[in-house]
């Protein structure tokens, strides 16, 4: 099969493969909550080339939208063969990969391929961060008067973050991104957008937001341009009368102290490092609240060719892409 690999030493270096293995898939033995996809299209995230091949596998990717050809037998309650299913896969930019049935959900027809493709890691880390500081509950109910910053707006995750706020009728979204993005920004729903590139407005507007947001939602800290704004963010979250901290800070990314306290299970109050957690119920509460809005992912589509998964990571690793990379396996998008 056609597949985007790891190689080298260590599999840093991303390759492309007209003749990979097809993964194996025995749902008798160990795969009886798999399902076995045929990929329409597959999106990448930054992790896919952070990670080594030891970490991830031979093949990139994990976003998928695609059509279950074979079913594990605890799968086969859940779903049926031709279903069209969006979610979580091991290798997914590829022609074929595997998935957990409990990481997949059936893919909205409103939608198509590419657009499923990208809600998986995004979306539900967007989603998994606003649930986490406040933003987000089991009715999803409507947040009038709540104020959320989005760091990192123009990016997938950010703009996730951006949709999902504007579903749930945030009053005031804050975007903090590049001044050429602040009509995407505002279109994607945020209210107001900070341009990060002129260092006076992003100080004057630190200075003058402190203790003004239920919810800092931060997809930019570490993710390659050493920006860190976790520690800053904090004065912004509101307080109490007793001046106790009732807003909190989630993030995507921090210090390896941050990560260490996440571990051990000893993060600070109201401070969140969000390692997302893939799930049905999730990956289809995202597209719930999407359809309250009519509102749709940002893709960047690109071929599954040779040049077409150079030109996409190279994209990727530029942090300049708007919206969230995407590759059309099935070549019909």
Same mark, same amino acid.
């Given at each position: 099969m056609k597949a985007a690999i790891r190689k080298g030493i260590l599999g840093y270096t991303i390759s492309f493969s007209d003749n990979f293995a097809t993964p194996a898939f025995k749902p008798e033995t160990k795969n009886k909550n798999d399902v076995f996809v045929k990929l329409n299209a597959a999106a990448i995230n930054p992790v896919d080339y952070k990670m080594p091949r030891a970490a991830l596998g031979p093949v990139l990717g994990m976003d998928f939208c695609g059509i279950v050809e074979k079913l594990g037998e605890d799968a086969s309650t859940k779903f049926q063969v031709g279903d069209v299913v969006y979610g979580i896969g091991k290798g997914s930019v590829a022609e074929y990969c595997v998935a957990e049935s409990d990481k997949i959900a059936i893919a909205p027809p409103y939608l198509n391929s590419a657009e499923c493709a990208v809600l998986p890691i995004a979306y539900m880390s967007a989603l998994q961060c606003l649930r986490r500081g406040g933003i987000i509950d089991e009715e999803c109910s409507e947040q009038d008067g709540k104020t959320v910053l989005v760091i990192g707006a123009s990016g997938g995750?950010? !703009? $996730? =973050?951006?949709? !999902?706020? *504007? #579903? +749930? =009728? +945030?009053?005031? +979204?804050? $975007?903090?991104?590049?001044g050429k993005n602040e009509q995407l920004a505002k279109d994607m729903g945020a209210t107001e957008v900070v341009d990060y590139t002129k260092g006076s407005e992003l100080e004057l507007f630190f200075k003058e937001n402190a203790g003004k947001f239920d919810c800092v939602y931060d997809a930019a800290t570490g993710s390659g341009g050493g920006e860190d704004y976790w520690d800053k963010s904090l004065a912004l979250l509101k307080r109490d009368d007793d001046s106790k901290l009732i807003g909190h800070f989630t993030a995507l990314n921090g210090s390896k102290s941050k990560w260490l306290r996440n571990i051990l299970g000893k993060e600070k109050p109201n401070e969140s490092l969000i390692m997302m957690n893939a799930n049905t119920a999730d990956l289809e509460l995202v597209v719930l609240l999407l359809r309250k809005n009519g509102a749709r992912p940002l893709t960047n589509v690109m071929p599954f060719d040779e040049k077409g998964v150079e030109d996409a990571f190279k994209l990727l690793k530029s942090r300049r892409a708007k =919206? *969230? !990379? +995407?590759?059309? !396996? #099935?070549?019909?998008?």
């Open positions: 995750c950010g !703009i $996730a =973050g951006l949709q !999902i706020c *504007k #579903a +749930v =009728g +945030v009053t005031r +979204v804050v $975007a903090i991104c590049s =919206g *969230k !990379i +995407v590759f059309d !396996i #099935a070549q019909n998008l």
